[in-house]
């Protein structure tokens, strides 16, 4: 009798490659029950403790009591006009570029927007390049639309990619370049030389390969950055561009879904690619993002977290860090650090910090292998506490 499943082939394998982060969230909450949350150390998820800045939460309270008639009716799949009017602006004025409403649309977060953007350019048998450690779930999305990741190292010590090892991966099949800056996981921020050398390796590919090779800026973290660095736009860097933004870690809003796509006016094919957002938006289901978060994004356009909290817990986990003895590059944006694991078997090594109740992902949940990250954004008091068990966990490999 043939083996019967009844869910599809690749959907059963893509769930075995996904349960790690799901076994290590169970082995998180049975630790969390056994000895305590206060005593555990989690610093697996990207999920920012800080709360909305409080114009945000005027706004809620604003648009909920203002009653609106129609207000939460369908709308336009790309979003409001006057929501993409206010983010055009926002755009045009930072990069220059004569944006209007109709380079942008609306999303259900950072994901919805690399979602559409991917089904919009992927032809099947496409190929999408993303810099190594990159954010994995990159992976699923290019395969839902047919595509596949093409991962680029980058260099080992400051994470930046550079332009030979991007032009050697490129081929005739490459649809899109996927640039993550600030980075998670290794928190670097892509200075605009770095952004000059991966623009000459993409025009040398478009030119071998008589194609249109478009950069995915996926820029949830844009904001958060350090010691006044400030990360180049993008649009003044590249002409074929789309930006992919969203609230979830500007104003603490990840379980909200709020974010937006927008194309560069420059772009070849412009007004076709925004027409194809807008038709993704609609037939992956999403239809259009979240009616009365688009408002209150649009009364706090320029808003953001404090990014000073951010920097403190930067500088708090490096301090203890350093002290326990890890090597790692000081995070310039984001907020993650990313440490050589002790030893060789990161496995062994996770296995080890969860010993001494430190929660993290092994660097090969990255395309990685040797290294770890740490989200802290997690409160800072959790931050100081654990420093007796970093201390403890690396004095194991030193004996
Ligand atoms: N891209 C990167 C690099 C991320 O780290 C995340 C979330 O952590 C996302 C996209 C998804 O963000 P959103 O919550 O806006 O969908």
Known sequence: MAFYMPIAKHIASDLERASYVRKMFEQGE??????????????????PEVEPPDSVRESFIRNAAAGLPGAHRYMSNAGFVNVREKIADSIGRRSGAPMKAGHIVMTVGAAGGINIALKTLLNPGDEVIAFAPYFKEYDFYAKNHGGSVVAVPTDGETFKPGPAALEAALSARTKAVIINSPNNPSGAVYDADCLCGIA??????????GTDIYVISDEPYINIVYDGIEAPHVFRHFKNALIVNSYSKSLALAGERIGYTAISPEAADADAIAAGLVFCNRVLGYVNAPAFMQR?????????????????????ICRIMREAGFDFMQPQGAFYLFPKIFGDDEEAFKDRAVQHNILIVPGAGFGWPGRFRLAYCVATDTILRSRNAFIALAAEFKQ
């Open 30 to 47: 049975e630790l969390k029950k056994r000895h305590g949350a206060e005593n555990i150390y989690d610093f697996s998820l990207g999920n």
């Open 200 to 209: 000459d390796a993409i025009r040398a590919g478009e030119r071998k390969f």
């Open 296 to 316: 209150v994004v649009a009364e706090n356009i320029e808003a953001s977290v404090d990014i000073a909290v951010y920097a403190e817990k930067r500088d708090a």
